[in-house]
């Protein structure tokens, strides 16, 4: 079955539901963990634990080892702040200790459904953002990767934020995520959305604190290339490369 039918499938079997899911998953402490290299010249290694509690200074220092986030317009990434003012990380420059996988079993069931419901997904994992006071992203649908890839998944964590609400359209419908309600007094949680490619979505503008967030592209896999390590491993494997740290583990 080609990937646009599997893609029309899944979307047919949610037709009469919405195209997005959302909610919040309690996850062991150890997994809030995010550790980054800065932009010192040579760049030096940085842990903070994203919670309710994170120190602001440690947020502050997050922020500024950020590049500015660019976004995908006619196969370019393009650098502009009225459209897109947020922080970004590439791969090569964090490793997170949460896996997307610890919450495949709530999105997937409902991204897929009947008998593709045994289809395997993956997510890999895109970006970091730190979307400080006064970022944004307006409207927007995400470019494809691939063309295997059906939709994205944001995963937000609980560092006290207010405003950043996604608000997502498709057709008649309309959804607002507030990560920074969903999330405040759960310090053991983090709140994710998924949603299909063809819903448009915008990031409000955050009117005080850290809304910091991972984002994956979800596929089905390519049946002709096993997967061999999660893109968690490879993720950490690039940054201990960008450290100079010896490592005998490939990705
Ligand atoms: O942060 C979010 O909720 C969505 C971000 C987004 O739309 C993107 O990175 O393409
Ligand atoms: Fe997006």
Redesign the pocket.
Known sequence: MSIKHKIDTARAAVAKSDPWTSGTAQIPSHCFNLFFIDKMDPPRPHLVKLTDTTHPSELEALSASCDQAT?GRAHEDVLDESYRKAGKLDLGRFASTFDAAQIFPTIIPYLIQGKDAEQRVEADMH?L?V?DKGSF?RA?K?TPRSERMFG?L?V?FPTPHTGGE?VLRHAEKMFT?DSGTILAGSPDKIAF?AFFSDVE?E?LPVTSGH?V?L?YNLYYPDPTSPRLSSTTAVNACILLKNLNVATSISP
């Open positions: 976004f970006k953002n979307y992203f927007h995400d994205s944001v937000v996604l995520f959305i979505h990031v809304r967030t984002t």
